[in-house]
């Protein structure tokens, strides 16, 4: 049986979505329904956290296992609340690395998903979309530079969340978050990626 951590934030614990519709859960089925048994996952994941919030709360999670594979997705609320990219790099990077160690220190099993682009929902019809769009982008260019150079894999899902932020089927009520169906999308990327990692 194959084990699974998620870390992230609110696009990983899937606010306003039941838990079985988050893309951990949604991975989890679609694994297994390719025939790779896995646990249900562990999500240490919280709306609004940022890199450095996340870190803490893996720190009194206190975790000893290793697990057979880990996504992380952080950095959103970092852009959100106006930090520097040197300080989402500094913390990023300090992740990336405690993931990799809940992998058994095997980069081939972490899977990093890139930061969506809120900025194209209706709850942002009041900011500055170019802005955001911008932002989001050198943050996702650090996040895969900094993913690739430590031989983890980088999985993009930014570029789906901008083609369905304005549709009401991909978001919740908030009209900030996505639906399970945006999850979806998610969730078949990471499977097909970490199912052939797995199966090697």
Known sequence: ????????????????????DNFPNQTTRLLRLSGIEVVDPVIIATTGWTTDELA?????????????FVTLLIGVNNQYRGRSIENYEEEFLQLLHTA??????????????????????????????????????AYNASCRRITLTNGCHH?????????????????????LHPSGKEYAIWAQRVADMAGKTLKK
């Open 100 to 137: 990799i160690g809940f992998a058994g220190n095997n980069t081939n099993r972490v899977f990093v998903l890139s930061i969506p682009d809120w900025g194209v929902t209706p709850f942002a019809a009041d900011r500055d979309r170019a802005q955001v769009a911008s932002e989001i982008d």
């Open 1 to 20: 049986m194959y084990t699974y951590l998620a870390l992230g934030d609110s696009y990983t614990i899937g606010e306003q979505v039941p838990a079985s």
């Open 155 to 175: 999985l993009d899902i930014t570029d789906s969340t901008r083609l369905h932020g304005n549709d009401a089927e991909y978001l919740v009520a908030d009209e």
């Open 56 to 68: 803490a709360s893996i720190r009194e999670h206190n975790i000893r296992d290793t697990f057979s």
